[in-house]
Nanobody
Framework: QVQLVESGGGLVQPGGSLRLSCAAS????????MAWYRQAPGKERELVAR???????NYSDSVKGRFTISMDTAKKTVDLQMNSLKPEDTATYYC?????????????WGQGTQVTVSS
């Protein structure tokens, strides 16, 4: 079994910052990439940022220059530093990981953490 546990969500004013963290644990043979997705009410889940083992990253156009993703492969953690937050960043944020559990590669998701940007 593999588990992803997120932390760091909350309420923040526009222009503020938050840092999300996610830790993967369990039967992890190998890690390929980790990412953050988000889903706002009434909208589809969308990719926010992805980072691969080796360090390459890609970001949604809506967060480029404001958000930074980082990964510690030894600890199997991924963080998302979110600066200059806007009301439109309000969503539930989900951690994602592509992991080989010793049998096959599978995608795993966290339970989600709420981020609310409001004055």
């Amino acid at each position: 079994q593999v588990q992803l546990v997120e932390s760091g969500g909350g309420l923040v004013q526009p222009g503020g910052s938050l840092r999300l963290s996610c830790a993967a644990s369990g039967s992890i043979f190998s890690l390929s990439s980790m990412a953050w997705y988000r889903q706002a009410p009434g909208k589809e889940r969308e990719l926010v940022a992805r980072i691969r083992v080796g360090g390459s990253t890609n970001y949604s156009d809506s967060v480029k220059g404001r958000f930074t993703i980082s990964m510690d492969t030894a600890k199997k953690t991924v963080d998302l530093q979110m600066n200059s937050l806007k009301p439109e960043d309000t969503a539930t944020y989900y951690c994602y990981a592509l992991i080989n559990n010793g049998q096959r590669w599978d995608a795993y998701w966290g339970q989600g953490t709420q981020v609310t940007v409001s004055s």
